[in-house]
Nanobody, 123 residues
Framework: QVQLVESGGRLVQAGGSLRLSCAAS????????MGWFRQAPGKEREFVAA????????NYAESVKGRFTISRDNAKNTAYLQMNSLKPEDTAVYYC????????????????WGQGTQVTVPS
């Protein structure tokens, strides 16, 4: 089992920045690909970003490319999502997830999920 706890979500003005953290415990953190997903009210959960166990490979949704950066610190068992130039459409609950699939762009690629943290960007 892997337990994931997100933090860092809050209300931030458009154009601002925010860093989300995902603290992991349980099994070896560095064994897992880490992903960030988000779910806006009335919408399905969608992929945001992912990073391989080594940190050498990352993937991003087109909507966040150039604005968001995913990273991880295996020594601290923590993954991060740095979000810059935030827009109202970024408003959502953000979830981190851990998985060992070779692919990393869909929910089925992940086995463990956090409880989510709310990010609100008012228009």
């Amino acid at each position: 089992q892997v337990q994931l706890v997100e933090s860092g979500g809050r209300l931030v003005q458009a154009g601002g920045s925010l860093r989300l953290s995902c603290a992991a415990s349980g099994r070896t953190f560095s064994d897992y690909t880490m992903g960030w997903f988000r779910q806006a009210p009335g919408k399905e959960r969608e992929f945001v970003a992912a990073i391989t166990w080594s940190g050498l490979s990352t993937n991003y949704a087109e909507s966040v490319k150039g604005r968001f950066t995913i990273s991880r610190d295996n020594a601290k068992n923590t993954a991060y999502l740095q979000m810059n130039s935030l827009k109202p459409e970024d408003t959502a609950v953000y979830y981190c997830a851990a998985g060992r699939s070779s692919s990393r762009g869909t929910m089925k690629d992940y086995d463990y999920w956090g409880q989510g943290t709310q990010v609100t960007v008012p228009s």
